[in-house]
């Protein structure tokens, strides 16, 4: 079991960064394929607030959005606080 939330854990860490990148693309060469806010947020709050705010950093992308710069992290914390009490009460 673990072995599976590890490997969704990583596909929705490379999804975020691929949407990230996608969107990054998007947003120069074609504005009406760009990715819907949402779904960046969405990934970030599914597990992917690091690799994406990492990328987000790398390639300066919506890094002027209050919204990305605060929640993203915002949403990382609380994922740590999270795994932390997981494990310090469950494992």
């Known amino acids: 079991m673990e072995k599976i939330v590890w ?4 596909a929705i860490a490379a999804i975020s960064v691929i949407l990230t990148v ?3 693309i998007a947003a120069k060469c074609m504005p009406r394929h760009r990715v819907p806010e949402a779904t960046l947020l969405l990934f970030s709050a599914l597990g992917g ?3 994406m705010y990492i990328t987000m950093q790398i390639i300066r992308h ?7 710069m605060i929640g993203i992290p915002v949403i990382l914390a609380i994922q740590i606080v ?3 009490l997981y494990f310090y009460f469950l494992k």
């Open 82 to 84: 999270l795994t932390i």
């Open 62 to 68: 919506k890094t002027q959005h209050k919204k990305f």
């Open 49 to 51: 607030s690091l690799p």
């Open 7 to 10: 490997y969704a854990f990583l």
């Open 22 to 24: 996608y969107d990054k």
